[in-house]
């Protein structure tokens, strides 16, 4: 019984962690350099402009520029998580269709 113990909860040191980990990862990933407070903009529309630059720019990323935007949008949506609002989280699954249409 001592597995479950904590009962899926998460202690305060280890999610303070994840929260940087995953901070981290966004500053420094090789996928892209990002404009700051990208993913805070408004309009979905601003949000793939933004990234597309980003990763048409920057010399850092390994794979095509609209599967570097695409991963760093995606990640950023799974680490925010049931942290996002639900008009923020259409607003941001929203970008990736402009993301698409702004690459074909």
Given at each position: ?104
């Amino acid at each position: 019984m001592a597995a479950t113990a904590h009962h899926g909860r998460v202690g305060a040191r280890h999610q303070a962690k994840l929260k940087k980990w995953s901070a981290k990862v966004t500053r420094e990933s090789d996928a892209l350099d990002l404009e700051k407070g990208v993913f805070k903009k408004r309009s979905a529309h601003d949000i793939a402009v933004s990234l597309k630059r980003s990763a048409e720019r920057s010399r850092r990323r390994k794979a095509a520029p609209l599967r570097s935007a695409m991963s760093m949008l995606t990640f950023y949506i799974n680490r925010a998580g049931k942290d996002l609002s639900a008009t923020r989280r259409r607003t941001l699954e929203r970008a990736k269709d402009e993301l698409r249409k702004l690459f074909h």
